[in-house]
């Protein structure tokens, strides 16, 4: 035993010699009064350090550091003596493992003695511990993303009547109200005086469609047609940053999946709203910014209203879809594929064709360009004509667009109404009002 280690281990047995008698016990282990003096300074300092964590439940001297950035989390406990694993670190500094997965981690151990209230020796066992997380791609989180459909799913047929309501028996013709919500950008970042948020997307979508369908009112609405995605959302991934579906850069306030799981709660109200007025038919077009995330949510309202029996939701792959009412086929596009009007007229007699000799009044509707333009092709002339139709939006300006000049004051949504035989009938604006 080394002779610092036997000096030491005789002042602890000896706790009276650990203030007076240095020279008596140099003498007696052949060592300099210095030598005896600094080994029991330092045996009284860990006294009072382990004597304060023994009495103390408090752990005051316990020393936690967070170091947290944009992916990644480092928590350092020391002094501890109530933090000795992993869990307990996870435990006591409340990580949240449902955004943070374990990178690594480092457990030390070392001894502090000192004596207790009775003078008597006591050695306690202190533990410093380090863990490193890294932030979880909720994307590639199957059983998280699992459990949170699961759960928005459940919230929501808790408040969604699947039961038929009893609608209101009126006398006349009935029409049929197209209503949508096109090229919304849910996680838009706004320039400043058109400032954007999840919170003002639902607050325009929902008085959009309150005023829209008061005005139509005066008709008597049989069956509600309502059109979602059109870039709905702003982006359709969030890693390695936030893009579009193809991969082009997008300034977003929010992560993908946060917006998407907010706009799949905001789509449910506005149903659900609807389905109190009359049967809804949800056509789902995805847009060049949120094709894979709006197949997703078309996935997610067909398992939510798969049993109800005046809600249907249309999430067919084919990205333009049609629906026909009486002599009328309503054709929704984003634009963004097909953009040649000559192609557009061929490939709509082809993919209707089953319908294609049976309809007089044919419109297609579009997003994509965030602004009112009409075109008219006439190549079927018995059917008098194609109208297109490409459709406003109630997004803001973002910054690429403002510095490349394509600013627009009107944000508006908008809804038709149509008749069975004479087509459409009305058309209605939303305007959002201008700040």
Avoid at 52 to 67: A, C, F, G
Wanted: hydrophobic share 35%; proline share 2%.
């Amino acid at each position: 035993m080394e002779k610092n280690e036997q000096i030491r281990q005789y002042l602890v047995n000896m706790p009276e010699k650990l203030r007076k008698d240095y020279a008596e016990t140099a003498k007696k282990f052949d060592a300099s009064y210095e030598q005896v003096r600094s080994i029991a300074r330092r045996i009284r300092a860990s006294f009072e350090n382990a004597f304060e964590v023994s009495q103390n439940s408090s752990y005051n001297d316990e020393k936690i550091t967070t170091n947290e950035q944009k992916d990644s989390l480092v928590i350092a406990v020391e002094d501890s003596k109530r933090v000795k694993s992993l869990d307990d670190l996870i435990e006591n500094c409340n990580v949240d493992l449902t955004t943070w997965e374990v990178d690594w981690f480092d457990i030390g151990t070392y001894e502090v003695t000192g004596f207790d209230a009775k003078r008597k020796p006591i050695t306690v066992t202190m533990y410093r511990t380090k863990a490193k997380f890294k932030k979880i791609d909720v994307w590639k989180n199957i059983d998280k993303l699992r459990q949170d459909l699961k759960d928005d799913l459940f919230d929501s047929f808790q408040t969604c009547n699947i039961k038929t309501p009893v609608y209101k028996k009126e006398k006349g013709e009935g029409y049929l109200l197209e209503i949508g919500a096109y090229d919304l950008h849910l996680g838009k970042i706004g320039i400043k005086g058109d400032e954007y948020s999840l919170e003002i997307a639902r607050e325009r979508l929902g008085k959009a469609i309150a005023s829209l369908f008061e005005r139509a009112r005066g008709f008597k609405i049989d069956e509600i047609v309502f059109v979602v995605g059109n870039d709905f959302l702003n982006v359709d991934k969030s890693n390695p940053f936030a893009s579009t579906t193809k991969g082009t850069p997008q300034n977003n306030s929010v992560s993908a999946y946060d917006a998407y799981r907010f706009g799949r709660k905001i789509l449910v109200e506005c149903i659900n709203k609807l389905s109190e007025e009359a049967p809804v038919r949800v056509v789902v077009i995805p847009g060049n910014h949120d094709e894979e995330s709006m197949l997703h949510m078309g996935d997610a309202l067909e398992v939510l209203y798969e049993q109800s029996k005046h809600i249907t939701v249309d999430n067919s792959r084919p990205l333009m879809k049609g629906y026909k009412y009486g002599e009328c086929l309503l054709i929704f596009d984003h634009g963004h594929r097909t953009k040649n009007y000559k192609n557009l007229a061929s490939v709509i007699s082809q993919r209707f064709r089953d319908v294609w000799s049976s309809v007089r009044h044919i419109e297609v509707h579009r997003g994509h360009l965030h602004s009112l333009k009409t075109n008219i092709m006439g190549q079927v002339e018995e059917l008098n004509g194609i109208a297109v139709r490409h459709l406003g939006s109630m997004s803001p300006t973002d910054q690429w667009h403002d510095d490349s000049g394509y600013i627009s004051s009107m944000k508006r949504a908008h809804a038709f109404v149509w008749h069975k035989k004479h087509g459409m009938q009305c058309e209605y604006y939303y305007n959002v009002p201008i700040k």
